[in-house]
């Protein structure tokens, strides 16, 4: 028996030792010390012993079971060792490595240039106004005192979304005088930045959408004084405090009298060269007093209130700002020319 045990703890050591996993562990647990194992066997013969050698070998089976008890909580320290290396090892970052540089964008140029240009008009005290791209062809058209044949209204120049004509995509930011009126009442003073649409074929300094910045300025005793005084410090503003501005006489069914308000050319200060198209002079807006008709439209007496309008694009702003020479280039969004502001 004797011999026995010596077996068993030598083979259990040997198997303990040569383990690589748990499971293989808990088999060997089994096979020696399990009830039907091998060292249970041998306890089963104590019986036969003499009264002499039964301690004996009893103590010896217990020192055995010990014995490889032990080896196993160390095996099973081990192994959990081992596994914990390989899983280190396996998921072993490399901070050497050099990493993804994240890159950082910017604002388009032409809302950098919008937003220089809001910031003169915050200035100045001018409120911001949101309006509708979708809007009814009542304040589009109507109550901006547009007449019925207006070339404008064409379903070949104005995208319209109904039938009859009823709504449509804004051509102009214009609507918003009325609307700004409606909603804030008089005195006021606003600007509203926001796309506009007509049926445009794209080329160099067309697209069938663009931008328009709207600006309104009601209140008593307003004149024509204050529109040129106004447009004048925002241009010397914009483009430099020697900026020379003129205003020439035009049409617009909302305003009269009517202007367009021109810059001299700070390519060649007004000698003439392809920015300015050999002009000397850049228009930049449309502008002119608010008509009574539209005033009345938006509940207004106009024999009390008086005011000014202008329409500034906003596109060309940011072309003559940024020295851009096609407004494609604006919506393409090609990442090279991005970069370069
Ligand atoms: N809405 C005009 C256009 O799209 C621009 C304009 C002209 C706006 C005169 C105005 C204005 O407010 O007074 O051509």
Known sequence: MKEQLEAIRKSALESIAGTQAGADLEALRVKYLGKKGELTAVLKQMGSLSAEL???????????????????????????????????????????????????GHKHPMYTALDEFKQIFLNMGFEIFDGPEIEQEDYNFTKLNTPDDHPAREWSDTFYLTEDSRILLRTQTSPMQIRAIEEHGVPIRMISPGRVYRKDEVD???????????????????????????LNAVVREIYGPNTQTRFRPHHFPFTEPSCEMDIQCHKCGGKGCPTCKGEGWIEVLGAGMVHPKVL????????????????????RLAMGQYKISDLRLIFENDIRFLEQF
Do not use: W
């Open 296 to 315: 009345r439209n938006c509940g207004v007496d106009p024999d009390e209130y008086s005011g000014y309008a202008f329409g500034f694009g906003l596109e």
């Open 204 to 230: 160099a300094t067309h697209s069938p959408m663009f931008h328009q910045i709207e600006g309104l300025v009601v209140d008593k005793g307003i004149t024509m004084a204050d529109l040129k005084g106004t």
């Open 54 to 104: 039964r301690p004996v070998m009893g103590q010896m089976a217990n020192e055995v079971r010990a014995t490889v008890e032990k080896a196993m909580e160390e095996q099973t320290a081990i192994l959990a060792e081992k596994a914990l290396e390989a899983k280190l090892a396996a998921e072993t970052l490399d901070v050497t490595i050099p990493g993804r540089p994240a890159e950082i």
